[in-house]
C-alpha cells in the first residue's frame, strides 16, 4: 500500500539558509499535518491543511510558512534557519479517522 | 489544554517479562488515542489505534486500553523481547480538534 513520502529525508543547512520540505500523502488523502521533533522531545504540532487551506496552526514560527497544493502535496519552508530547528520533522495525512505518518525529515543546522 | 504524559519515562526489563505502559491525559473528551513505537532517529511506527467508543485492541503480543473517563490508557507488551527495545509514544487527538498531542514517551529496553 502506497505510505506518505517525505523528501528529502536528510538535510543539512547553515545558519540563516533556507530550506524547503516536501510532503505527498496518501492518495486520495486530503489533509495534511506537520509535526516537529526535537531532540529528546515528543512531536509537536506545527500547522494543517484541509483541502488546500490551512486547517489548524500550532507552535510555528514566523519563519516558517506552508501551503498544500492542488495535488495535495505540501512544502513547509523554513527561512532564517537557527540551530534549534534542528529536528526531524513528519509529515502526517489522513482523510478519515487514522493519521498515518511519514518517515520523517531530518533537518540539521550548522 | 491537553496534556499527555508517560509513566515511566525509562523502563529495563529482562527477556520474557510482561509489562506496562502507562499513558494519561487531562481532558477525557477524545477522538481517538494511538500508540506508536519510535526506535532511536527513525520514524513513528503505529501499533494500536483505539477509538473513543472501544475499550481495548489487541495485535500480536501487544494490547491497548483505553478507560477515557479517567483519562488513561495502558499498552500490555506479553513475553518481551530485545526487539522490542525502542521508545513507545501515546498520542491524542482531542474531540473538536484534528492534531494529535503526543506523550513524552517511555524508553523501553528489553535485555537479552
Known amino acids: 500500500a502506497a505510505g506518505v513520502i517525505q523528501s528529502p529525508r536528510h538535510l543539512i543547512k547553515e545558519k540563516r539558509e533556507t530550506a524547503t520540505l516536501k510532503c505527498y500523502p496518501i492518495?486520495?488523502?486530503?489533509?495534511v499535518y506537520w509535526y516537529q521533533q526535537g531532540p529528546g522531545q515528543d512531536p509537536q504540532f506545527l500547522i494543517s491543511?484541509?483541502?488546500?487551506?490551512?486547517?489548524d496552526k500550532g507552535s510555528i514560527p514566523d519563519r516558517f510558512s506552508a501551503q498544500q497544493f492542488s495535488d495535495y502535496h505540501s512544502e513547509l519552508n523554513m527561512s532564517s534557519l537557527e540551530l534549534g530547528d534542528s529536528a526531524l520533522y513528519f509529515c502526517?495525512?489522513?482523510?478519515?479517522?487514522?493519521?498515518?505518518f511519514g518517515p520523517g525529515t531530518r533537518l540539521t543546522v550548522l | 489544554k491537553q496534556e499527555v504524559t508517560q509513566i515511566p519515562a525509562a523502563l529495563s526489563v529482562p527477556e520474557g517479562e510482561n509489562l506496562v505502559l502507562n499513558c494519561s491525559f487531562t481532558?477525557?473528551?477524545?477522538?481517538?488515542l494511538q500508540w506508536f513505537r519510535q526506535d532511536p532517529g527513525k520514524g513513528l511506527t503505529s501499533l494500536l489505534l483505539?477509538?473513543?467508543?472501544?475499550r481495548e485492541q489487541t495485535s500480536g503480543r501487544l494490547n491497548a486500553s483505553l478507560d477515557k473517563s479517567s483519562g488513561r490508557s495502558t499498552l500490555y507488551i506479553a513475553a518481551s523481547q530485545p526487539g522490542d527495545s525502542a521508545t513507545y509514544l501515546c498520542?491524542?487527538?482531542?474531540?473538536?480538534?484534528?492534531?494529535?498531542?503526543f506523550g513524552t514517551g517511555t524508553r523501553l529496553k528489553v535485555l537479552a
Open positions: 481532558d477525557s473528551a477524545i477522538y481517538n
Open positions: 502526517a495525512s489522513t482523510n478519515a479517522d487514522t493519521q498515518y
Open positions: 491543511f484541509y483541502e488546500k487551506m490551512q486547517s
Open positions: 498520542a491524542v487527538i482531542t474531540s473538536g480538534t484534528y492534531k494529535y498531542i
Open positions: 492518495p486520495r488523502h486530503d489533509t
Open positions: 483505539i477509538q473513543s467508543s472501544q
